[in-house]
């Protein structure tokens, strides 16, 4: 939750006047994760103090694996357009090394759009892997590559500050144009 890429988009995001809820999860266990953020999305859903048509949900790493799971469970319950989107930063969609058995089974099923921010160089989501997996993926979905960024999206080189503005100006475009698409 304080991984310095998720307080500066969210810090954007609400400077750019989208409303923001942050939270995390003690375990790093995905079905502790996936568990928690479903509850989260289901109080956002019938909570009387906020009034929400709908929701993006993102997530960094584990994070983004978790929000993709909790969008195919909610999916399965239901067909409502609640969940509008999803950002991944940093998607793991393999681990190190292993790249015969990928992260995928949640993300074929997901129909909202769907955005991804990786590193070119993130030794846990191979370029051509995540290429690969997103052609197969019938949601309308986008990459943006991060060039010669890991998997924390650091690059040799460049500042975080500079890698951020990068990410933040990238997923509020993509809001947008979600956002109006949901509006046409």
């Keep these: 939750m ?9 810090a954007y995001l609400a400077s750019h006047g989208v409303l923001c ?13 996936t568990k928690a953020f479903k509850a989260v999305v289901e109080y956002l859903k019938l909570s009387d103090d906020y009034k929400l048509s ?11 694996r978790a929000a993709a799971s909790v969008i195919r469970q909610l999916s399965q319950d239901d067909d409502d ?15 190190p ?15 909202c759009p769907v955005l991804f921010v990786s590193g ?5 989501c191979e370029k051509q892997l995540l290429e690969g997996v997103a052609s197969k993926m019938k949601a309308p979905k986008k ?7 890991n998997h924390g999206l650091a690059v040799k080189g460049r500042t975080t500050d500079d890698v951020m503005e990068e990410i933040n100006t990238q997923v509020f475009s993509w809001f947008r144009e979600n956002i109006e698409l949901e509006h046409k």
């Design 2 to 10: 304080n991984f310095p890429h998720l307080v500066s988009l969210a």
């Design 21 to 33: 809820l942050r939270f995390t999860c003690k375990g790093l266990n995905i079905a502790y994760r």
């Design 54 to 64: 709908g929701v993006f949900l993102a997530g960094r790493s584990m994070g983004s």
């Design 81 to 95: 357009d609640f969940i509008q989107g999803l950002v991944c930063l940093s998607y793991p969609l393999h681990r």
């Design 97 to 111: 090394k292993l790249q015969s058995k990928l992260r995928d089974e949640d993300l074929l099923f997901i129909r």
């Design 120 to 124: 070119s160089a993130d030794e846990m």
């Design 143 to 149: 990459i943006h590559w991060i060039d010669k960024a």
